[in-house]
């Protein structure tokens, strides 16, 4: 991609989960079409758990009565991975741009969402890690603790879907299944972590110039809605 192309870059605050997958799917036709460059879209979702391909509904802790009763959804999607949960306090971040034009295969790609995150982390001195056979973004000691998921789908070479990274969100609430198959112990937060206290809007625009300079593109700050 021309390192002066400008991708734009949304931030969308709290967006339900339903309403951005449909916004996801209009700007990668858009893209797939020729007549878009690519969008990255950042927000936060209310509670909402997906499941992935590899999904099994054994994951799920709790009834799907108790999920209504608490105000939770839960979806199907077509990203790759198991369940996750999405929830305030929880940054989304979703690219939506060619993988031929980032000159980027799938892996690599996805490698890149970590290590935007991973770069991120540091500047704020916490140690992060990428694990090819547990995908997500570790911290502590021998990474044995979850702050960030990545899971995409992609079509024609345009990915949907995307990563996620706990700033500040309730942990209790990961009890509520096995997040990417693993026990919801597992999982920290940037707060839990001893990380400055971050609105979510804050996070996305710091780690916004860091995503661009990884993927390639230019970085003009976010457009409004």
């Known amino acids: 991609m021309n390192k002066e192309q400008e ?3 949304r931030w969308l605050g709290t967006r339900d989960w339903g309403e951005a997958h449909a916004l996801q799917l209009r700007i990668r036709d858009r893209v797939v079409l020729g007549a878009s460059p690519g969008e ?3 927000m936060e979702h209310p509670a909402v758990i997906t499941a992935g391909r590899q999904a099994s509904r054994r994951d799920l802790q709790i009834s799907a009565e108790a999920l209504r009763a608490r105000g939770i959804t839960f979806v199907q999607s077509e990203r790759g991975g198991h369940l996750t949960l999405h929830l305030p306090g929880q940054l989304v971040f979703y690219p939506i741009i060619p993988l031929q034009s980032l000159r980027m295969g ?3 790609y996805v490698r890149v969402l970590a290590e935007t995150l991973v770069e991120w982390l540091s500047v704020h001195q916490l140690s ?3 694990k090819d056979d547990a995908p997500g973004v570790w911290v502590g000691p021998n990474g044995s603790r979850k702050i960030a998921s990545v899971g ?3 079509h024609k ?3 949907i879907h995307g990563a996620s990274l706990n700033l500040s969100p309730d942990l209790a609430l990961f009890q509520m299944l096995r997040p990417c198959g693993f026990s919801s112990n597992v999982m920290t937060s940037f707060e839990a ?3 400055t206290s971050l609105s979510v809007e804050e996070a996305a625009r710091q780690i916004a110039p860091v995503l661009a300079e990884k993927l390639g593109v230019k970085w003009g700050g976010f457009d409004s809605d």
Request: hydrophobic share 50%; net charge negative.
């Open 7 to 9: 991708i734009v870059f």
């Open 40 to 42: 990255v879209l950042m």
């Open 106 to 108: 799938v892996n690599q």
């Open 128 to 130: 992060g890690e990428w």
């Open 152 to 154: 995409i789908h992609v």
């Open 157 to 159: 070479q345009v990915p």
């Open 193 to 195: 972590e001893g990380g």
